[in-house]
């Protein structure tokens, strides 16, 4: 099993390559000419990724994307991807946040039954209720 990860040349690994036309083919051979460019990335696996660590090209990995069993190409095997849970992903979602101050359970439970999550918990100071920050994805 390797992980896949989304994977991008920054400025950095940009430069590099301007230096060296010979590791730019390379590379372009390796991972397409999009990779190269300013583009989003690609996915690459850690044979992948130790390829260009090995010619020391610095780039990012900007998500993980998975598992796959097997080595070498893509192309060349059976896709076999199984999904990594990423601890709290789902406060990257959440657009909208608010703040209910000196609130009481009514009005928190109506707040939550309208799609809020509680993302914190405020104890209280000098004030009776704690402040509740919640947070939810806006559906547009």
Not at 99 to 119: F, I, K, P, V
Not at 120 to 126: E, Q, V
Request: proline share 4%; glycine share 8%; with cysteine.
């Amino acid at each position: 099993m390797t992980f896949l990860a989304n994977i991008a040349l920054g400025y950095e690994g940009r430069q590099v390559l301007d230096k060296n036309p010979e590791l730019k083919a390379e590379v372009v051979a390796k991972f397409g000419e999009e990779f190269v460019g300013w583009s989003s990335g690609c996915i690459a696996d850690a044979e992948q990724c130790e390829w260009l660590t090995d010619r020391n090209l610095p780039f990012s990995i900007k998500r993980f994307k998975g598992m796959t069993g097997g080595t070498g190409n893509f192309s060349e095997r059976v896709k076999h991807v199984t999904q990594i849970a990423v601890p709290n992903v789902g406060l990257l979602a959440i657009d909208t946040v608010l703040l209910l101050e000196d609130a009481c359970t009514d009005n928190l439970q109506a707040h939550l039954n309208d799609g809020w999550r509680l993302l914190a918990i405020c104890p209280p100071n000098s004030q009776r209720r704690p402040d509740y920050i919640l947070g939810r994805m806006q559906t547009d």
